[in-house]
């Protein structure tokens, strides 16, 4: 059974950084994308970012820029940097994993999730 668990939230200035890490146990014998979600409170949960089995990524063009997301296939683990951090980012933050090769938009199409970590911060 695959699970993920996220950590490296916390309260941040603006301006400052974070890396946020999700950790998977369990084997996931097909290849698989993975993502990082985000919500706001009263908002819908969104893609902040992903990155195929391959390494290609993708993001939200409202981190552009500033997010980088990568994975290490070995430590069974996946990243998310997150520099120039804004109030508007301010959110939990959850990990996210989907069986295949591409990177979807929709969170109903991913097969695992993480609690999430929030990430709170401050003008």
């Known amino acids: 059974q695959v699970q993920l668990v996220e950590s490296g939230g916390g309260l941040v200035q603006a301006g400052a950084s974070l890396r946020l890490s999700c950790a998977r146990s369990?084997?996931?014998?097909?290849?698989?994308?993975m993502a990082w979600f985000r919500q706001a409170p009263g908002k819908q949960r969104e893609l902040v970012a992903g990155?195929?089995?391959?390494?290609?990524?993708r993001y939200t063009d409202s981190v552009e820029g500033r997010f980088t997301i990568s994975r290490d296939n070995a430590k069974n683990t996946v990243y998310l940097q997150m520099n120039s951090l804004k109030p508007e980012d301010t959110a939990v933050y959850y990990c996210?994993?989907?069986?295949?090769?591409?990177?979807?938009?929709?969170?109903?199409?991913?097969?695992?999730w993480g609690l999430g970590t929030p990430v709170t911060v401050s003008s």
């Open positions: 369990g084997r996931i014998f097909s290849a698989y994308a």
């Open positions: 990155i195929t089995s391959g390494g290609a990524t």
């Open positions: 996210a994993a989907r069986v295949g090769y591409g990177i979807v938009v929709t969170a109903k199409n991913y097969d695992y």
